[in-house]
């Protein structure tokens, strides 16, 4: 498997099968495993202060393999590179898979209350209707 940035040549084909709903925007970029030139996961970087993990996706048939475990890891060096301490995310509370992955790779609460969110919000692949609570949680790059 290897990661790397969305580069323009590959959106196609990872649209096809995965969506971007953050592509486009001027704040962040998107990270790919690939394996054999086929995508299997996404996440995409909002460079913020500090930045944010966002959209993280992988195919349903390529689950529990360790892709999340490594987009994330490859986000966070970006990160670092980038001269970044902290990488931040938001969890749904009921995620329980994305909660477990999260934890074991090190993020945590950091005093945030749980955000409500409610209704529909409009994203580059169409509207979503949405109701979930948000847990934000943090991990120290330099740890």
Same mark, same amino acid.
């Given at each position: 498997?290897?990661?790397?940035?969305?580069?323009?040549?590959?959106? =196609?084909? *990872?649209?096809?099968? #995965?969506?971007?709903?953050?592509? !486009?925007?001027?704040?962040?970029?998107?990270? *790919?495993?690939? =394996?054999?030139?086929?995508?299997?996961?996404?996440?995409?970087?909002?460079?913020?202060?500090?930045?944010?993990?966002?959209? *993280?996706?992988?195919?349903?048939?390529?689950?529990?393999? !360790?892709?999340?475990?490594?987009?994330?890891?490859?986000?966070?060096?970006?990160?670092?590179?980038?001269?970044?301490?902290?990488?931040?995310?938001?969890?749904?509370? =009921?995620?329980?898979?994305? #909660?477990?992955?999260?934890?074991?790779? !090190?993020?945590?609460?950091?005093?945030?209350?749980?955000?409500?969110?409610? !209704?529909?919000?409009?994203?580059?692949?169409?509207?979503? =209707? *949405?109701?979930?609570?948000?847990?934000?949680?943090?991990?120290? #790059?330099?740890?």
């Amino acid at each position: 498997m290897e990661i790397r940035p969305l580069a323009p040549d590959d959106v =196609e084909r *990872v649209e096809a099968v #995965l969506g971007l709903s953050r592509l !486009g925007r001027a704040d962040g970029f998107y990270l *790919v495993a690939w =394996e054999d030139e086929e995508p299997l996961g996404h996440a995409h970087v909002a460079l913020t202060e500090p930045p944010e993990l966002q959209d *993280v996706s992988v195919r349903p048939e390529h689950r529990r393999r !360790g892709i999340a475990t490594a987009l994330t890891a490859a986000a966070e060096q970006e990160c670092r590179a980038r001269g970044f301490e902290r990488l931040r995310l938001k969890v749904g509370v =009921e995620n329980e898979p994305a #909660l477990t992955l999260y934890r074991r790779c !090190g993020y945590g609460e950091i005093g945030i209350p749980p955000e409500r969110v409610r !209704g529909t919000i409009v994203i580059r692949t169409g509207p979503l =209707e *949405v109701d979930d609570t948000l847990l934000t949680w943090e991990k120290r #790059l330099d740890a």
